[in-house]
């Protein structure tokens, strides 16, 4: 597989990468620690070479033991740390599923310190603003960043939930590698930003690539989530009505899956791979076989007019997904 490019970084990645997320956070109760490792482990051998995790990507176990993301992530990755490219964020604490915000220059020098410490490296690839401060100007964020790039702490930078302005800005005083939002075939109104990454060479991450595991086609309104520690429990296109209305996508998936003989995960991952050379989604999974079929994607050719055809299906649907942050 060709690998793709994070910006003008010199950072290159297999066109799929891995959201660890879901080890500890926001996908019920948390893998053991061990467990987290041997599907991380499972996932470079099955060929992935992009793996993100975040500092707030926190767990609490039934016993009361809190986890960190970062901690598994790094063990797990140690003993090839040279030939992947890890990137994490800063920024962003919760309460409940509430965030707490803060990219002040001292904040980010804290998280970056506890970070690399989590993940047991002298550096960081890609670092991301987790989600952008309006108490601090893009400019300063810059600064850190660009410090922390001399300073050899980072390779490059991203900025998650990215908007064009605050792109700019940021851009003009140190060069974006990424920006990681949400996409896809639910989800595009990012896809207004298209323009403007390609004009400054910047990659697109894409986070809940498959709607938050709503476009494998293995879930549907009666599927049951733990109502405290998975987000998807709350998430509109796992309510009936949510489900009713995008039926009629996953019955467009499964058709066109078919005829590629892929799965729906595949067959979705695959389109977004064609729309544009520079996005790289990184679905996640606690599943290894699950973690095989999401990076066979990038092994589905589609044409030009089948990826305009389905934008122009999708076009016509009225969809319910979850928006937030």
């Not at 220059?105 to 550096?123: C, F, H, M, Q």
């Not at 400054?200 to 405290?228: M, R, W």
Request: hydrophobic share 40%.
């Amino acid at each position: 597989m060709e690998k793709r490019n994070l910006g003008l970084s010199g950072l290159g990645v297999m066109p799929i990468g891995f959201g660890c997320m879901g080890i500890t956070h926001a996908n019920g109760t948390p893998m053991e620690k061990q467990d987290g490792i041997a599907v991380i482990r499972a996932a470079y051998e099955t060929g992935y070479t992009f793996f993100d995790t975040a500092e707030c990507y926190t767990g609490i176990y039934p016993d009361g033991r809190e986890v960190y993301n970062e901690d598994i992530v790094g063990e797990a990755l140690r003993p090839v740390r040279d030939k992947v490219v890890l990137a994490t964020k800063f920024g962003v604490t919760h309460d409940g599923r509430q965030l707490i915000l803060d990219s002040r220059p001292e904040t980010i020098r804290r998280s970056v310190e506890g970070s690399l410490k989590r993940l047991g490296t002298d550096y960081i690839d890609l670092y991301y603003q987790h989600r952008i401060d309006p108490k601090v100007a893009p400019e300063e964020v810059a600064v850190t960043m660009s410090v922390l790039q001399k300073e050899g702490k980072i390779r490059a930078w991203g900025i998650s939930e990215a908007n064009e302005a605050y792109l700019r800005k940021a851009h003009a005083v140190c060069p974006v590698a990424a920006i990681q939002n949400r996409y896809s075939m639910l989800a595009r109104w990012h896809e207004q930003l298209f323009p403007v990454l390609e004009e400054l060479h910047i990659a697109y991450v894409a986070f809940s690539p498959l709607g938050n595991g709503f476009l494998s086609g293995k879930y549907d309104a009666n599927t049951k989530f733990e109502q405290n520690t998975d987000f998807r429990s709350s998430m509109p296109q796992y309510t009936q009505e949510g489900y009713a209305k995008n039926r009629v996508l996953l019955d467009l998936l499964e058709k066109l899956a078919q005829a590629k003989n892929a799965t729906p995960a595949q067959l979705s991952l695959a389109w977004m791979l064609h729309k544009k050379p520079f996005i790289i989604p990184i679905p996640g999974s606690r599943k290894p076989a699950r973690l095989r079929e999401n990076i066979g994607a990038a092994a589905i050719a589609l044409t030009a007019a089948e990826v305009a055809e389905i934008d122009a299906e999708i076009k016509t649907m009225e969809l319910r997904v979850f928006n937030g942050h």
